[in-house]
């Protein structure tokens, strides 16, 4: 019986250190589902990102125009297609194709001479009614002594008086059909009516030409000074009618600059010359025109640009550098650096951009610094330096290592 008893004892001194154990593995278990031994890479030390090299400058608080911005066409201020008064042959052509010319220059000749032929044709019947007018003044003049003698009749008389103020009268007939021949002829040379530049040729020496061609022989467009025609909205009617009753020196004293669409350039600064008579119905607009100096032919006619109308000033606006400015699908934004060297995305609203210069009406105030150049490497949340200080500092450090170098 003694056995048995060894038996038991042994089984139940197995259960006692199992139970340990289980006790521990619960525990190891519980803690890895809790994930405390598991790795997470976030807590992981990144590596820092150099910050980026950018150039920036600060928001200012300034005097600005208060100005109109429409989308307006160069017209050359005159334009005439330059067409014959007379049907003959072209003989020759005093211009070349976009040469500049005076008003009275000789630009084409016209073989003159059957109209050198009328005119003296005109002559000759001149010449032949003044010899009859001679001829009748002298037998007016026999009448009249023979009336004295009662060696005529009144009825006679009367008569040759008639006689004389017809032929008078044919002489002077006779001196229009000279003039008139003679305007025909001078019609085969024609002059420049006008100053400005030459276009294309549209018919050659040689050909012949007739008073009824539409197309002319060529066109004169006056390019200095030019003109800009544009509109503007209708609401924008008042704002611009009260600039014109405030100015003292009428429409002329209100400043228009013509800018180009692509590089924002100005390209000239002219003045107001018409505010039309009457709002477009159909498109909501006013038509305005203003002319400009060219003589550095800038503007050219047909071109595509933006008029600018100053109506005023506007103090204490917000003004950055237009490069600071970026545009993405909700609109235009910058860059602003913070206080702590890190960048944020600021929306925009700009109400005009002028040269190098862009006037912000919401989202900005003076004295933030805005990044001007750099932005392709930023998000929002890159730590960026002043790309000076940037340079200044790898030279510095590659000085150090140079230093360090030489000393070992």
């Known amino acids: 019986m003694s056995a048995p008893q060894h038996n038991s004892q042994t089984a139940q001194t197995g259960k006692t250190w199992i139970w340990p154990v289980v006790a521990v593995l619960v525990i190891v278990g519980a803690l890895w589902a809790s994930g405390v031994f598991k790795s997470d890479p976030a807590k992981k030390e990144r590596p820092q990102q150099p910050p980026v090299p950018v150039r920036s400058a600060v928001a200012k608080s300034e005097t600005v125009p208060v100005a109109l911005v429409g989308i307006g066409s160069v017209l050359p201020v005159s334009s005439v297609t330059v067409r014959t008064r007379v049907d003959g042959q072209l003989d020759s052509l005093g211009f070349k194709e976009g040469q500049d010319v005076k008003a009275g220059q000789v630009l084409a000749k016209i073989d003159p001479r059957t109209f050198q032929a009328a005119v003296q044709q005109a002559e000759a019947q001149k010449a032949r009614d003044e010899a009859q007018l001679a001829n009748a003044r002298a037998d007016l003049a ?35 059909a000279i003039n008139a021949a003679r305007v025909q002829l001078s019609f085969t040379t024609i002059v420049a009516p006008i100053s400005g530049r030459v276009g294309a040729r549209l018919v050659d020496a040689g050909n012949i030409v007739h008073a009824a061609d539409a197309a002319g022989l060529l066109v004169i467009n006056q390019i200095d000074p030019i003109a800009v025609q544009f509109s503007l909205p209708e609401s924008n009617f008042q704002q611009i009618n009260a600039a014109l009753r405030n100015s003292k020196g009428g429409e002329k004293s209100i400043v228009v600059e013509a800018i180009d669409r692509g590089s924002r350039e100005v390209l000239a600064t002219g003045h107001l010359v018409l505010l039309n008579n009457a709002i477009d119905t159909t498109t909501g607009t006013i038509a305005l025109k203003a002319n400009f100096a060219n003589a550095a032919h800038k503007l050219w006619p047909g071109q595509s640009v933006d008029a600018r109308i100053v109506l005023g000033q506007q103090d204490s606006a917000v003004t950055i550098p237009a490069g600071a400015v970026q545009r993405s699908q909700d609109g235009n934004f910058t860059y602003v650096v913070e206080q702590n060297g890190t960048v944020r995305m600021q929306p925009l609203d700009i109400s005009e951009t002028v040269g190098e210069k862009a006037v912000v009406a919401k989202g900005l105030q003076a004295g933030e610094r805005v990044v001007t150049d750099g932005q392709y490497r930023l998000q929002p949340g890159a730590k960026v330096v002043e790309a000076g200080a940037a340079s200044a500092k790898a030279a510095s450090g590659a000085a150090s290592s140079a230093a360090s170098g030489a000393s070992k």
């Open 142 to 176: 026999r009448y009249g002594q023979l009336i004295k003698e009662d060696a005529t009749s009144q009825q006679q008389l009367d008569t040759q008086k008639a006689l004389v103020a017809q032929l008078a009268a044919t002489i002077k007939t006779d001196e229009a």
